[in-house]
Structure formats: structure tokens, C-alpha cells
């Protein structure tokens, strides 16, 4: 019959393993955790560098804001993830418990995120409604608006769409009416090519005639952003979820080892 000191060895060994066995899954978890916060950044980097170009057909910097909430919010998961890497390592429960803190404070913020996301998007759809028509109109091809002029092109070209709701919107343009149009009844960015006034023109087979013009393609875009934003979070959020609960039993374990 085995002795209370053989059970008392037998009973440390298995602490051993369950300390070993909790630290290789947190640590799995943490460089998953660590790659998600790395997509977050990238996303961050990606809207605010190849996106930022449509950012003078909004009224407001809501959409350049999203994209340094995603960069700071990728870099802090980026740190706490080697916050994460050094605690199991040293198996410091002070460490631990920093990285548990973190781990909860970035949860609720991205929890926070995700009610704001909806009231964010229907901000951005009605900013569009309310300003891209006049900004159209009004701003388009005017003296020291070149920034919105360059914008405008760019969205026209990449989205395949003409006007704000259609290329009708064009004839009421201040650019259009103006002398520096040379006739043209479209800007030549409506042109499916692009050449030398080729905005004189506005045939559906020179130009795009998209229903719902550039402001339904640019809503849909917003859309597909945050949906992408969205399942990112979700995923950096469950991983976040098991982190915890491994913390919590990798710290309890370590307490009791000590003891």
C-alpha cells in the first residue's frame, strides 16, 4: 500500500504536467492571439494607406478615426501578446495577472466597438447622402479643391460608377457648367477609358451607368469594411475568451504549486 509521501509525489508530478500541459496551450493560444493582433494592425495600415483617398468625399474623419482605432488596438493586442510570451515563460503570476487585465480590457473595448460599429456605419451612410451630392456639385474641379477633385476620380475609377446617384447628377455640376468643362457632360473619370475628354460623351457605352451611382458602391464598400473588421474581431474576441480562462487556471495552478 502506497505510503502518504508516494501519494504526496504522485499527486506533485500530476501539478507538474497540468502546470506544463495549461502553459503549452496558453502559449499556442497567445501566438494565435498574437497573429490576430498583427491582422488588426494590418487592416488598420491597409484602410488608412490604400483607402485614404476617398476620405475628402466624407464631411468628417469618422473613417480615417476607424483606422487608428484598428492600428492601436492590433499594437496593443501586439504587446500584450509578448506580455503573454514572457509570463508563461518565467510563470510570474504577477505577469499573469497584468496579462488577464489586458486581455479583459481589450475584450470589453472591442465589445464596445461592436455596439458602436452599427451607429458608426449608418453615421457614415448618411454623411454620404447629405454631403457627396454637393461636394459633386459644388466642389468638384474648383479652385483650391483639388485634394477633392483627385478624390472623386479615384472613387469614380476604382468603384466603376458615375455621380453621386447617377451620372445625371453631373449636369448640375458648378465644373460641368463651367468653362473649364469644354463641353464635357461627365468628368473623365465616368469614362470605362479614361482619355483626353472623353466626358463629351455620356453614352452608357462610353461611360458607367451604374443604378444607385457611386454613393450605393461606396455604402457597400463601408458595409464589406466593417463586416471584415467584424469578423476579425469576433475571432481576436474568442481567442481572447480561452486566454482568459487559461490564465485564470495557469495562475490558480501555479498558486497552488507554490503552496
Same mark, same amino acid.
Request: charged content about 15%; aromatic content about 10%; proline content about 2%.
Given at each position: 500500500?502506497?505510503?502518504? =509521501?508516494?501519494?504526496?509525489?504522485?499527486?506533485?508530478?500530476?501539478?507538474?504536467w497540468?502546470v506544463?500541459?495549461l502553459?503549452y496551450?496558453?502559449? &499556442?493560444? !497567445?501566438?494565435?492571439?498574437w #497573429?490576430g493582433?498583427?491582422?488588426?494592425?494590418?487592416v488598420?495600415?491597409?484602410?488608412?494607406?490604400?483607402?485614404s483617398g476617398?476620405?475628402?468625399?466624407?464631411? /468628417?474623419? %469618422?473613417?480615417?478615426a476607424s483606422?487608428?482605432?484598428? &492600428?492601436? =488596438?492590433?499594437a496593443?493586442v501586439?504587446? %500584450?501578446g509578448?506580455?503573454?510570451f514572457?509570463?508563461?515563460?518565467?510563470?510570474d503570476?504577477?505577469?499573469?495577472?497584468t496579462?488577464?487585465c489586458?486581455?479583459? #480590457?481589450?475584450?470589453l473595448?472591442?465589445?464596445?466597438?461592436?455596439?458602436? =460599429?452599427?451607429v458608426?456605419y449608418?453615421? *457614415?451612410? !448618411?454623411?454620404?447622402?447629405?454631403?457627396?451630392t454637393?461636394? *459633386?456639385a459644388e466642389n468638384?474641379?474648383?479652385?483650391?479643391?483639388?485634394e477633392?477633385t %483627385?478624390s472623386?476620380?479615384?472613387?469614380?475609377?476604382?468603384?466603376?460608377?458615375?455621380?453621386?446617384n /447617377?451620372?445625371?447628377?453631373?449636369?448640375? /455640376?458648378?465644373y @460641368?457648367?463651367?468653362r473649364?468643362?469644354e463641353?464635357?457632360?461627365?468628368p473623365?473619370?465616368?469614362?470605362k477609358?479614361?482619355?483626353?475628354?472623353?466626358g463629351?460623351? =455620356?453614352?452608357p /457605352?462610353n &461611360?458607367?451607368? #451604374?443604378?444607385?451611382?457611386? &454613393?450605393?458602391?461606396?455604402?457597400q464598400?463601408?458595409?464589406?469594411?466593417? *463586416?471584415?473588421?467584424?469578423?476579425?474581431? @469576433?475571432?481576436?474576441?474568442?481567442l481572447?475568451?480561452?486566454g482568459?480562462?487559461?490564465?485564470?487556471?495557469l495562475?490558480?495552478? *501555479?498558486?497552488?504549486?507554490?503552496?
Amino acid at each position: 500500500m502506497a505510503g502518504p =509521501a508516494t501519494m504526496a509525489h504522485y499527486k506533485a508530478e500530476q501539478d507538474d504536467w497540468l502546470v506544463v500541459y495549461l502553459k503549452y496551450l496558453l502559449f &499556442i493560444f !497567445n501566438f494565435f492571439f498574437w #497573429v490576430g493582433g498583427a491582422a488588426v494592425l494590418a487592416v488598420g495600415v491597409w484602410t488608412l494607406v490604400e483607402k485614404s483617398g476617398y476620405l475628402s468625399v466624407l464631411a /468628417s474623419s %469618422t473613417f480615417a478615426a476607424s483606422a487608428y482605432i484598428l &492600428i492601436f =488596438a492590433g499594437a496593443l493586442v501586439m504587446v %500584450t501578446g509578448f506580455l503573454g510570451f514572457g509570463a508563461i515563460i518565467r510563470e510570474d503570476r504577477s505577469c499573469l495577472s497584468t496579462y488577464f487585465c489586458l486581455l479583459l #480590457v481589450i475584450f470589453l473595448v472591442e465589445l464596445v466597438a461592436g455596439v458602436l =460599429a452599427h451607429v458608426y456605419y449608418q453615421r *457614415l451612410s !448618411n454623411e454620404l447622402k447629405q454631403h457627396m451630392t454637393r461636394t *459633386l456639385a459644388e466642389n468638384y474641379g474648383q479652385p483650391g479643391a483639388m485634394e477633392i477633385t %483627385t478624390s472623386v476620380d479615384r472613387l469614380q475609377q476604382d468603384f466603376k460608377c458615375c455621380g453621386s446617384n /447617377s451620372s445625371a447628377d453631373w449636369q448640375h /455640376s458648378a465644373y @460641368i457648367l463651367s468653362r473649364e468643362a469644354e463641353g464635357r457632360r461627365v468628368p473623365d473619370s465616368c469614362c470605362k477609358t479614361v482619355v483626353a475628354r472623353c466626358g463629351q460623351r =455620356a453614352h452608357p /457605352s462610353n &461611360i458607367y451607368k #451604374v443604378e444607385g451611382g457611386c &454613393i450605393t458602391k461606396l455604402e457597400q464598400f463601408l458595409a464589406n469594411h466593417l *463586416l471584415l473588421m467584424g469578423a476579425v474581431g @469576433i475571432g481576436v474576441a474568442c481567442l481572447q475568451t480561452c486566454g482568459m480562462v487559461l490564465t485564470c487556471c495557469l495562475h490558480r495552478r *501555479l498558486q497552488l504549486h507554490v503552496h
